[in-house]
């Protein structure tokens, strides 16, 4: 029997009709907030004395564990 194009499901068929809003709108959060932490980690590095840009990339392009070996790697703030 020929598959119809009309019988295909397509994206977000099977849920409500808002859940694609929903879902771009929770992946809009996700990148504001891991930019907020990223810029965070910009600035607490810059007061260490730590190369700034390179940990601010880091924490922006891999999160998680971005953020958790900075973490690691950050040193005492100068007094």
């Known amino acids: 029997m020929p598959v119809v194009l009309g019988e295909i499901a397509t994206p977000f068929q099977a849920t409500a009709s808002g859940s694609a809003v929903g ?3 929770f992946l809009l959060g996700l990148y504001v907030a891991f930019l907020l932490i990223a810029l965070w980690v910009y600035q607490d590095a ?3 004395g730590m190369n700034s840009l390179f940990w601010f990339a ?3 392009l891999v999160p998680v564990f971005g953020l958790v070996a ?4 950050r040193r005492d703030r100068p007094l």
Do not use: A, H
């Open 46 to 48: 810059r007061i260490r």
């Open 58 to 60: 880091i924490v922006f």
């Open 70 to 73: 900075y973490l690691i790697y």
């Open 23 to 25: 879902f771009w709108l």
